[in-house]
Each structure stands twice: as C-alpha cells, then as structure tokens.
C-alpha cells in the first residue's frame, strides 16, 4: 500500500511538471515551483525525484510511452486506409493527438530539438508511416512532412475559431495556385540564384551577432545585456545606449533579422516576372536560406522557448512578412483556400523548416535537398495530384 502511494504521488508530481512546463515552458520550470503546486516543500520532492534531470527523464520517458502507444494505434488503422482517406485519417488522428497531448508532445520536441537524431521509436514509426503512405496511398515522404504541416495550420485555425479550417482537403488535393500559373518554374534556375545570395548581412552586426551567439550558447534562457555586453566587448552600460532592457534588446533584434530576411527575398524575387517562379521564389529563398544557415532554425526556437512577449511589435513583425508575397497576391496567382495570407505564408515557412530539417538531419547531399523543395512547390501549387503526376 505504502509503495502504491509512493508511485502514486510520483504520477502526480510528473502531471504537475508537465502542466506547470506546458504553461510557461523549460526556462520556468523549477523544482521549488512544482512543489509549491503541490503544497509541499521542496525537501519532500527529493524523495520521489533527487534532482531536476531525474525528473527530466522521467518526463521524457512518459511522454514518449504516450506517442508510443497512441502511434502504434493510428498505425494500425492508417494500414487499413487507401487513397485519400489515408490523409483524412492521418490529419484527424494528429489533431487528436496534438489535442489531447500536447503537453506530452511539446516537451519531446523541447528535448531533441538540438539533437542529431530523434529517439529510435520516434524514427521506428516514422519510418512506418512513411513505408504504408506510398504503398497504400502512394503519398512519398515528403508528401508526409507537408501533411505535418498542414497539421499545423489546421490546429492554428481551430484555435483562433474561425471558419475555413476543414479547407485543408481542398488545398492538399489542388493546391493554392491559380490558373494563372500554368507552367513549372525554371526549377534550377531558382535554386542556384537563391545558393548564390549573401546571408552574412545576418551577422554583419557586432551587435546582433552578440546576440544571436549569446542565444544560442545559453539556450534563451539566462540572457542578459551583460552577457550580451560581454560577447560583443562593450560594457554593460554601454547598451542601454541601444536598449532599455532585456526584452526590448531581443525584440528589436528578432524585428531587424526578419526585416533583413524579408528584404533580401524581395530584392531576390524581383528579378523574376513568369507567375511560376515568382511562386517559386519564396520557396527557393527560404529554402535556400534555412540550408546555408541551419543553426538558424535551432536558433529561433530557442527564442521562442525563451517566452519573450512582443505584443507591441507583433503586427509589425507579420507585416514584414505579408510584404514578401503581396505581389504574388496581387497578382492573383494563388487562391487562398479561405486562410488568410498570414496563415499561407506560416504554411509555406513551415513546410520548408520542415523539409530542411529532415534532410539535414539525414545528411542528405545538395541535390536531394533541392529535389525535396521542388516536390514542396508541387505541393504547395498543386496539391497531391501535381506531386503524383512526377512519380
């Protein structure tokens, strides 16, 4: 009875670290915290867990014994789908998943986010999933990775309640593109101008440069203008000249790197007037981009996880971005499906980040990389049925 109370005291002390990290993620998490959720000192914690990594790998080993056991069930019914329905399965299932789980899900995706490699059962299924989308729905790897990010823009629309979030079957079948794009891009083109592009400017700053380095070396999460000072050879007081305090130091500096990236695209698509490689382009930059600087994409997630609030600078921020491809809507040369241009755009990025990060992550050559993009716009323009029909 003793020891049945004992794990369960440990379950609880685990949902409360979860729930507790959920809420204001890795950097808030502290073992005196979770204690004072449970109403009990820290000392007493120590008799379930001795130390914070002791919770940490029993957090991980939790929630990866939840994606285990739900994956294996989905994998079970996705072996029984053909055609389409494959995807309605798949993209139901995720959101339930990511509903239900999330908390379990988001702490994974925390803890491998720098790693080389995911855990092998994650890579065991994934590899699953891959193996019965083309054999029973021929639906190739990459074509599983834009689904991942479909995911996504469907649980943002969900989130916000607006209408149009059941548009993704339209968009995964048709794609985006009009019929005013009514040729393939000069593919190699596009991609060897985009390899040729400068992306030093991103680091050209002492000052940005510090802070990105600053970032990147202390995970977001003991940032400070000293530290930052430090990095670039100033004196601490020296950057209150620049900036009033932390948070005001890592917003200007995100809003400067995003309006250095949106102007280097815009200079880059500009060159180009055929409606199928200005659609292109923003794929071959951005992918290009994350390529050439992998560490930016471990970069701006460990931003993220920091938990700085912009509010103030938000709408400025997208609007950077919707600047990038208003003259491909003004042009009329994709049908938004329902989501706004915001959220076609967030597709777009993520499906890329996602892409990159795959190959990278399996060490694939150049070639494969760019073939990977160009299977992306078939995606993005024309849906499953464009992708199908280079198979």
Not at 70 to 86: I, Y
Not at 169 to 189: H, K, N
């Amino acid at each position: 009875m003793k020891r049945d109370k004992h794990e369960e005291k440990k379950r609880e002390i685990l949902e409360t670290a979860f729930d507790i990290w959920s809420a204001g993620r890795y950097r808030n998490t502290s073992l005196s915290e979770i204690a004072a959720s449970l109403d009990i000192t820290k000392q007493a914690l120590y008799r379930y867990f001795s130390k914070k990594e002791k919770l940490e790998q029993a957090m991980e080993e939790k929630a990866l014994q939840i994606f285990d056991t739900h994956t294996v069930d989905q994998l079970e019914r996705l072996s029984k789908c053909q055609g389409d329905e494959f995807a309605r399965i798949y993209i139901g299932d995720n959101l339930t998943l990511i509903g239900t789980y999330g908390k379990y899900l988001g702490f994974l995706s925390y803890r491998y986010r720098n790693q080389p490699n995911e855990p092998p059962i994650m890579r065991k299924h994934r590899d699953s999933f891959y193996s019965i989308a083309w054999n029973n729905a021929g639906i190739p790897s990459v074509g599983m990775r834009y689904l991942d990010a479909l995911v996504m823009l469907v649980i943002r629309k969900k989130i916000t309640g607006t209408s149009g979030h059941e548009n993704w079957e339209t968009v995964w079948t048709r794609g985006f593109a009009t019929e005013a794009v009514d040729r393939l891009p000069d593919f190699d083109r596009l991609l060897k101008d985009a390899s040729t592009i400068d992306y030093g400017i991103f680091k050209a700053d002492p000052l940005m440069n510090a802070v990105f380095e600053t970032v990147m070396e202390e995970a977001g999460y003991e940032i400070s203008l000293g530290r930052v000072a430090k990095k670039a050879g100033l004196t601490k007081s020296s950057l209150y000249n620049y900036w009033p305090g932390k948070d005001a130091m890592l917003a200007d500096v995100l809003e400067r790197q995003i309006a250095l990236f949106c102007d280097l695209y815009i200079e880059f698509s500009e060159k180009y007037s055929d409606p199928a490689d200005r659609l292109f382009s923003y794929i071959a930059f951005a992918g290009s981009f994350l390529r050439r600087s992998p560490e930016i994409i471990n970069y701006l997630q460990r931003f993220m996880s920091y938990g700085i609030k912009i509010p103030k600078q938000k709408s400025l921020l997208e609007e950077y971005f919707i600047q990038t491809i208003k003259p491909i809507l003004d042009d009329g040369l994709i049908n938004l499906r329902g989501y706004s241009a915001k959220e076609f755009l967030g597709l777009v990025n993520l499906a890329c980040v996602i892409e990159i990060k795959h190959n990278l992550t399996e060490d694939s050559v150049r070639i494969q990389i760019e073939q990977g993009l160009k299977d992306l716009y078939r995606l993005i323009s024309g849906g499953i049925s464009a992708l199908r029909r280079t198979i």
